[in-house]
């Protein structure tokens, strides 16, 4: 679909147009791999339970529906392949169906929803923003792709809810979610494509407003008790993603990838330096030869990788491929163009099992792989009952 809002920048680099192209090869049996034996064999019925029959039984569980469609919708968009169409069709009509009527469209009860959490910053309602994100991603992936309308009315209706809730009400992002609030900000990736494809400028406003976010003083009388992650200023400053919000590599690079977002429709240069200063802190001291980064799901010290099973959290090395085809795209540097496919052979792939498409949550250099499997309290971490 045609974008109410242009890019302001000038694109360095634009991918050629691949539609009607057949691909075979190393990359295509992986990528064919993953629609027969994923994409066309998740069960919906699990990931769309948390929306029919709130509360969620994992409180994270509504991410799992909008990266379905988000990633069904560009495998798609590639192959043409009429199963995809039909079962995204289905899971965005039942989505939609579960949204109420003042926009909701997490998995939470009434009493928890944009709450604050239990106390312990890890767990309950402060993943509720984090869900809409995934869902807003999903529902305008899928209406860029074809137009739905109902698509998009729903992403509109559910971002108002988030505006009113955050910006008229000035209820702290910072406070709405764990990780000093980046899990909630994240949400500026979606808002921003909002803003892109209907021109609104309350969407425009509330991105403004999640930047500034970021940059919350510490409350002393809420249970969250730390500075605010000042993302944007200690990337301005230092650049060491180590010494940055808690060093927790997913969702900062989710909220760069917003970012960049952001940056294409409301050039303000310091949104560019601060991402372009964590991605050569990352590429320099903290990627391991695979082109993937994070232990444990958190950055590390300058060049300590420890090989182990937590190598490699499989979300930090899809956002660190977003944030790096960002950078390729607005800079059209060549460097960007080799991580890209570093990280795409030796990283992505090889978290895909070839024989049963499975995937694992980390990629260790030294041991065995589990794939699907909770073997440790941090892989367990995209399982019911477990804390990501």
Known sequence: MKPAVQTQVEIAFEPADLSGIQYDGWIADRMGINVEKRLL???????????VNRPGKQWWAGEHVGKFLH???????????????????????????TQLPNGYLGTYKEADQFG????????????????????????????????????????????????EVFVVGKRSMRLASAHQGMAATSVLEPIAMLYRLT????????????VDAWED???????????GCRLLTSLLEHGDVYRTAGRKAYEMLSNLVGLLELYRLDPDERYLTACTNAWNDISTKRLYITGTASYHEHFTPDHRLP????????CVTVTWLQLTRHLLELTGEVRYADELERTTYNALLAAQSPRTGEVTYFVPLSGRKYYNGPRSPAARAVFPGASR
């Open 41 to 51: 064999t998740l069960d919906l019925d699990m990931i769309l339970e948390p929306f």
């Open 71 to 97: 990633a069904a919708t560009y495998a798609w968009q590639f192959t043409g392949d009429d199963r995809l169409k039909a079962r995204m069709d289905s899971a965005v009509g039942r989505l939609i169906d």
């Open 116 to 163: 604050q959490g239990d106390g312990t910053g890890w767990d309950g309602p402060v993943w509720d923003v984090w869900t809409h994100k995934y869902v807003l991603i999903g529902l305008l992936t899928y209406f860029s792709a074809t137009g739905h309308g109902p698509s998009l009315e729903a992403s509109r209706r559910a971002a108002d809810l988030l505006y």
């Open 199 to 210: 021109g609104e400028r309350r969407y425009l406003e509330f991105c403004h407003a999640i």
């Open 217 to 227: 003083e510490n409350d002393p009388e809420t249970w969250m008790n730390e500075d």
């Open 307 to 314: 090989p182990g099973q937590a190598a490699g959290e499989g």
